[in-house]
């Protein structure tokens, strides 16, 4: 029986994958490289990759939830469209759609050198919620997630 | 045709991150066939570059030889 295997790179330590990440209703479409992070309840976008996808992140609604990580206090946004993401192999391609997706963005409060270090390191985010319908496995060189029967 | 020009970026990226951070230490790089098309100090400053290209052609990672921890 074949299974649906999707594989990624590790670099500088970051076990990656490259997802097709589309918001219809923008107009978007845009191969984005995801940390694999099995510690994380949900997946994000970081403002940066927002801002790369030309979406205005600041007529996002925020999220009730915010989050904490590397740098500090992040306020969430959310797009609250239909996203669907794209996993693709040399032979298989799944997709998963989402309701909503959140944003990372940071406060409009910082700014300066504090603003520049937090786009710096926050990466865009696939967590438990999408990573649940995979087998994650994590290599010196390679990640591979395998889609549950 | 999408993810193979996502996979030739990442996977120059790979091969290459050990002479990159030699060469482009704390900065911000935009990578496009197979070379650096831009470096910048900040991350406002290369959005410059990028709004040029378009961003599925693209890379856009910042550069450190220093380890950073990182939790998540």
Redo the contacts between chains.
């Keep these: 029986m074949s299974e649906f295997k999707f594989k990624g ?5 970051q076990p ?1 994958i ?1 997802v ?1 990440f589309e918001v219809k209703a923008y107009n978007v ?3 984005v ?1 995801f ?1 694999v ?1 099995t ?2 309840f949900f997946s994000a976008i970081t403002e ?1 990759e927002a ?4 979406i205005n992140c600041s007529s996002l609604p925020y999220s009730k939830h915010e989050a904490v ?2 740098g500090g206090l992040f306020r969430n946004r959310m797009i609250n469209r239909e996203v669907v993401l794209t996993f ?1 192999s040399d032979k298989d391609e799944y997709k998963v759609k989402c309701g909503s997706f959140l944003v990372t963005c940071i406060p409009p409060n910082v700014g300066g050198e504090e603003r ?1 270090k937090m ?3 926050t ?1 865009n ?1 696939l967590g438990m919620d999408i990573l649940r319908r995979f087998r994650t496995c994590v290599e010196e060189n390679q990640v591979e997630l395998t889609l549950k029967e | 045709m999408l993810f193979e020009i996502s996979r030739r970026n990442a996977e120059w990226l790979k091969e290459n991150y050990d002479r990159l951070k030699k060469e482009y230490d704390t900065r911000w790089v935009v990578i496009q066939d197979s070379k650096v098309v831009k470096s910048a100090s900040t991350f406002d400053e290369i959005m410059g570059t990028v709004r040029k290209h378009d961003p599925n052609r693209i890379l856009v990672e910042y550069i450190q030889s220093e380890p950073v921890a990182m939790f998540f």
């Design positions: 790179l590790v670099i500088n330590r990656r490259s097709l479409g845009k191969i490289d940390l992070d510690g994380a940066k801002t790369i996808m030309n990580g590397f693709k520049e786009i710096r390191y990466p985010v």
